[in-house]
């Protein structure tokens, strides 16, 4: 009988809990705090913002959360997703290590984001939330929300990073299809973008100044919130079905993973896959090591300082404790869209800082190289962001094709790269620019930071 290479869970398979790390954790993750006072908020000071079932996610002690049936009715569009081994690739690096990815980009719109952005969008349909506002960078999250939010019969307004605005339509367009209204960040539409266009008519924006944007209109209008893509513990917490359904795949197999590698841009990819999997490390049931893969122009964990910063540019947030390259870090104009924020998951920093996880920063060249290689060898071109973790891997099995060592190497490919391939121009025709973000500049952006001396 031919190996197997692939599982597909039937969908009676597909987890009915969300999963939630922190109980396991050998000390819980410091709280946010609120700037004026410094003192933990309390989760009344989020209710403008989110409903009240999403707020408790947030600061849950329980261990698993039971997924609602209207929600579980929209991930069985796409849910479970494949778990494939890359045997050409394999074969092409003359590896023993054995590599497995969890595919998300089977997902309506070709990533993991919808794991949260359904969930999100039926509590606040639940809650009689008329409108979510949100920011979108390369559109990967806008669209996704602006999916999820026709499931439930929601308005979706977007405020899209303008460089990706103006150079990268076709993300724009998917919003619009679903029915969102989608506005180039900063915009007209707000305070905060007004200011900023009266300094500087063309700025190019920043995720940090579109939270800000989303934010201001969220908070001014009782029919609407604000919905966050990344970072914030209940999306982390949605995204573990990634893990918790490789964890069963990989199993069926017969397979213990060795590595769990993944990319991080607010880390919630990352963490889906890898926290089902931090649970059974804790529990002395496996010991793979927990590697994510970073920009090296935006370094959040391998160059950023842990402290208490602001979320967005304008300060609405509280301030919340994790790797940053501080809030007025403005991204060089590298092609992983979604890797472009300057803080992290304050959980998944919190893991870091405790010594349960591994980081590394790769450069674009290497990362693209890696997910050409892949195309041609598995047939899915790569979103750019999963790339990071790809070069990861190949390099990776290449020291074990030196060692000889068989590891088992599991990655999260996060999503397809089909709306990308301007991206894969750049690199195929040698325009592709290397740069890494230098130490210095976060030294500098410290100064502004309340907690960090600033
Ligand atoms: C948004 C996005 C990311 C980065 O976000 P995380 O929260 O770190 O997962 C990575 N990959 C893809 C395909 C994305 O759409």
């Known amino acids: 009988m031919a190996e197997r290479i692939k599982t597909f869970l039937p969908e009676e398979q597909m987890p009915t809990q969300w999963y939630n790390v922190i109980p396991d954790l050998p000390a819980p993750p410091p709280p946010p705090l609120h700037p004026a006072t410094m003192e933990p908020i309390g989760p009344d000071a989020l209710a403008p913002l989110f409903p009240m079932a999403l707020i408790l996610q947030e600061v849950s002690g329980d261990s698993y959360i039971d997924i609602p049936d209207p929600i ?86 977007v405020w899209q990073v303008r ?44 995720l940090g100044i579109a939270i800000s944007e989303a934010i201001e209109v969220a908070a001014q209008d009782p029919q609407a919130h604000y919905s966050l893509g990344s970072v914030l513990n209940h999306v982390l917490l949605h995204q573990t079905v990634i893990g918790e359904e490789a964890l069963v795949q990989l199993a069926e197999l017969g397979e213990t993973p060795d590595l769990i590698v993944g990319c991080t841009g ?97 450069v674009q060249s290497e990362c693209f190289e890696a997910g050409t290689l892949f195309a041609r060898c598995e047939g899915i071109i790569p ?29 999260a490919l996060c999503g397809h790269g089909l709306l990308d391939l301007t991206a894969y121009d750049s690199y195929l025709t040698g325009q592709l620019q290397d740069y890494s973000y230098p130490a210095e500049a976060v030294e500098a952006a410290m100064a502004g930071i309340p907690g960090a001396g600033g």
């Open 72 to 157: 579980q009715q929209v991930y069985r569009l796409w849910r479970p997703t494949p778990l494939i081994r890359a045997r050409r690739l394999e074969e092409a690096l003359g590896t023993p290590a054995r590599i497995y990815f969890k595919y998300e980009g089977v997902s309506p719109v070709g990533s993991h984001k919808p794991n949260t952005a359904v969930p999100q969008a039926f509590y606040n349909a639940e809650s009689g939330i008329t409108k979510i506002t949100t920011e979108t960078g390369a559109g990967q999250w806008g669209a996704a929300l602006a999916f999820a939010c026709q499931m439930f019969g929601l308005e979706c307004e």
């Open 163 to 206: 460089a990706s605005y103006d150079q990268k339509p076709y993300r724009r367009l998917m919003m619009e299809t679903y029915g969102a209204t989608v506005h180039p960040s900063p915009s007209t539409a707000t305070e905060t973008g007004r200011k900023l266009l009266e300094a500087e008519p063309d700025n190019p924006g920043s």
């Open 266 to 362: 607010g880390g919630s990819n990352f963490a889906g896959l890898s926290f089902p999997f931090l649970r059974e490390k804790l529990a002395g049931n496996m010991a793979p090591v927990i590697r994510c893969v970073e920009p090296a122009a935006c370094p959040s964990f391998t160059k950023g300082v842990y402290t208490y910063d602001f979320g967005d540019m304008a300060g609405f947030t509280p301030l919340i404790k994790m790797y940053t390259l501080g809030h007025s870090f403005v991204p060089a104009p590298i092609h992983a869209g979604g890797l472009r924020y300057h803080g992290m998951s304050p959980l998944l920093s919190h893991i870091y800082d405790l010594g349960l996880m591994e980081a590394e920063a790769k």
């Open 383 to 411: 979103a750019p962001e999963p790339t990071h973790a790809l070069a990861s891997a190949v390099a990776e099995a290449r020291r074990c094709a030196e060692t000889g060592e068989e590891k088992v190497i599991l990655t």
